[in-house]
């Protein structure tokens, strides 16, 4: 018996195939999470919601993010997924391209400010079939986490308007 598959459908098999090899063979980063929320998260002491916002807004427009909703608590921004995997993984007949979505919630105290993100990859991104499957690998919490400490950093300087 021969069977013979259309090349599309070979193609695609293949590169699945190989993308779990691939992630099958990359060795498991533990997380490093340790947080009231158990999301990466930092509270910055001393400075105000609205530097905080405004470093958030301008870090994610320079990665080639969109920032597609804005309020007083929350900011969210999104992008297309770049990776073939994702768009495998994730994509739909409906559409094919899906989106990262990256949501920072951001709670002002007297003395701090409380920042915490939620990150998914969005399939049929806003349509009525918009189907969100968080991103809660080890990996993808450190780095967030990771993103969220260089924003403390950066922000540990003086600040004129405190």
Known sequence: MNITLPMKTTTILL?????????????SEPLRIVTPSGKPEVTIPGRRAEAVRQWLINSNLDKGNTLTADSDLRLV????ARAAASVLLYGSRYDGQPNVRHTYTIVESEETTRV???????????SAFERRTPLTNATSQNSWQ??????R?????PEGDK
């Open 15 to 27: 590169l699945a195939v190989g993308g779990l090899l691939v992630a099958g063979g990359c060795s």
């Open 77 to 80: 921004f999104e992008r297309p």
């Open 116 to 126: 915490l993100v939620d990150v998914c990859m969005v399939t049929n991104p806003n």
């Open 146 to 151: 990771d993103y969220l400490e260089a924003l």
């Open 153 to 157: 950093a950066a922000l540990a300087e």
